[in-house]
């Protein structure tokens, strides 16, 4: 097992999975690394996420880190295969399987979940909840509004009546927030479709094979932006009120 563990996103979603694991187990060290630069990538086909995200695993083993929590679920859905074919040596750890597994058996019969239209058009989640309960049928939705909203800081008002516009002839008993930029509508979806709203950021803490530490000193947390460290430090410090510090990685895409 690393000593680091990665973690990767597109940008301002997979902040809030490291913020989870952060709160949970402060004694590790975390690298992510936003790609802003291609944000979002649930506007990409397979073929241009695989080359970006190609690209930053091998940034990655440059710092000899290995396991790698993908806190992205566009990622999961359309190239995971490829990547754990690529990389062999890496372990990766998806956001897909671990977000369906935390839904009460029993409970829900018709769940809408919430996508980039990249994760939507693979199905990935529809199949994955139809496994666990045939039974539940699945609306996919893709919301492909939120991510330039949530990554552009826009105000509540606008992110409400964003959330309000695309929600507004759905009627479901539960909701699967499939991108992790979602949870920061979390309340805004809740008050639009008065359901239980389900995320990825405890599900991945649950999942993770934490290492066993007695260390008593905090691990060390290491952001990068591909576009602009210090703009994304300003999104962090409004959107999750953390003075986390990011540097700005220039690399050869």
Known sequence: MSSKIGMIDSGMG????????????????????????????????AEKIFHYVTVIMEYFASLHIYDIIIGCNTICANILPQ?????????????????????????????????????AKTHAYKNAIQ???????????ACPEFVPLIEGNASAARLTQAVKKRLKDVTCDGVVLACTHYPYLREAIAACLHVPVYDSNQA????????VSHKQEKGSVTIY??????????????????DWKVKTLILDF
């Open 14 to 45: 997979g902040l809030l999975v490291l913020k989870a694991c952060v709160e949970a187990h402060p004694e590790c060290d975390f690298v992510f690394v936003g790609d802003q630069l291609h944000a979002p990538y649930g506007e990409h086909d």
């Open 83 to 119: 990547l754990r074919a690529r990389f062999s040596r890496f372990r990766f750890f998806e956001i897909i399987d671990p977000t369906v597994a935390q839904l009460p058996r029993g409970v829900h019969r018709h769940l809408a979940v919430l996508s980039t239209e990249a994760t």
């Open 131 to 141: 496994h666990f309960d045939p039974a539940i049928a699945v609306q996919e939705i």
């Open 204 to 211: 991945i803490v649950n999942r993770y094979p934490w290492p």
């Open 225 to 242: 932006s591909t576009l602009d460290g210090e703009q994304m430090e300003k999104q962090i410090a409004s959107l999750l009120k953390q």
